[in-house]
């Protein structure tokens, strides 16, 4: 077969057709394809994600119901002045324009109250010192209860008239009860100054008395 002969194809009129077909089919495909693609990732379709802070879990699913919108609880946090299973946080926030579809992280309050460790304060601490422990470790204090001992110092903590030992844990912010010295069991210094203030002193004219009947 001559080389003329083997290249005498491309003179076929019906090859350049070919050509422009298998072109336009090709573009068709690939036309087909993103177009596909648009329509399953909705591109170019955002929804404003809703603002459910403070709402609770079921309040909040049906927000997202409506927006096409999923959620996760990702995360619990105590927050003691919020109620128990409200939305604390959302991710992405509120405002924020997302796709339809897309996943909501929701930090919410816990139902469960945190336990703290009780500091150890008995018999180990002033009243102000055990004081500022246990406020700084989340608790509250109800009015103090004297018991026999040095004044001001803490020989106990009570929680629901339960005394309790160094390490123990309980619900954060719990009202506890210090069991405080009133002072009964220690030498003060008010004792000492009162038997300085009881003795008589000795006068200028008390010491004239004196030498006058020495004489």
Known sequence: MAIKDFFSFKTNKFFGLNIIAMIVVVVVVIFGVLRWLDVYTHHGETVVVPDVKGMTVKEATKMFRNHGLVYVISDTRYVKDKAAGVILELKPGAGEKVKEGRTIYLTVNTLDVPLRVIPDVADNSSLRQAQAKL???????????????????????????????????IPMGASLTLMVGDGSGDMSEDSVDVSVDTAKPVTSESSSTQDDSWF
């Open 135 to 169: 406020l700084n470790a989340g608790f509250k204090l109800n009015q103090i209860q004297l018991v026999n001992g040095e004044k001001d110092w803490v020989y106990g903590v009570k929680y629901q008239e339960r005394l309790l030992s160094a390490g123990e844990k």
